[in-house]
């Protein structure tokens, strides 16, 4: 069973498992998803508003109607959903924090994969901190300030420090940290779009 944190007549927050796709993919292999488990197990009118990478763990809000769905993909769209995620990353960044604002686009050529390209690509920032200095990798918060494909990972390994366990993106050593990609979808904040209440939802990292 998918954790629900949070439902009422309009949305659900889940805590996404990691390996789990968000949404159906092409092939009878990549029809276990996010969406069809809710429905199945709980909410059978629940919609994804937004999607994690297959690999991440972590909060997602589903919509539980067709005008909830439109309402809070607006929010996402307006950039007022307030994110942060968890990670480890490979080694120690020499910096305590920063940003990062890098265009990104599809690697068309090895997709799913992204890359940066400053002629292409759109605008993509993210904030970082460090959290934790440990013996071959660093805990930091992301605060990502907008939503393209692999903004976090793909900024990271920018960085010269590809997060532990990227299966896509990291080298031996960052690999070598951990079987899973170290990367949580850990507080999602946002106003309720109807009864306007200030909404914020936690889902601790499981590493």
């Known amino acids: 069973m998918i954790p629900v944190l949070f439902a009422d007549e309009h949305f ?10 968000s949404v159906p993919g092409k ?22 508003v937004h999607r994690l990478d297959y690999a991440t ?10 005008d909830s769905l439109v309402q809070l993909s607006r ?27 890098q265009p990104l686009r599809c690697d068309w050529e090895r997709r799913p994969l992204q890359m940066i390209d400053h002629e292409k690509g759109k605008y993509a920032l993210t904030r970082w ?35 532990a366990g990227d299966r896509f993106y990291a080298d031996d050593k960052a690999l070598s940290l951990s079987d899973r990609l170290m990367l949580h ?4 904040s946002f106003t309720h779009p109807y009864t306007q209440e200030p909404l914020s939802f936690l889902a601790e990292a499981p590493f």
């Open 12 to 21: 659900i927050i889940i805590n996404k498992p990691h390996d789990l796709l």
């Open 27 to 48: 092939g009878p292999e990549k029809q276990d998803c996010v969406g069809r488990r809710i429905q199945a197990e709980s909410h059978p009118t629940a919609r994804i």
């Open 57 to 66: 763990s972590g909060l997602m809000v589903l919509a539980l109607t067709a």
């Open 75 to 101: 929010l996402f769209q307006e950039h007022k959903m307030s994110k942060r995620y968890h990670a480890i990353i490979s080694g120690t960044p020499t910096e305590d924090n920063g940003i990062i604002e």
């Open 129 to 163: 901190e460090t959290i934790e200095t440990l013996r071959d990798s660093t805990r930091v918060f992301l605060y990502p300030q907008t939503g393209r494909s692999h903004q976090l990972r793909v900024h990271m390994l920018w960085m010269g420090h590809p997060i």
């Open 185 to 188: 979808a850990e507080e999602l």
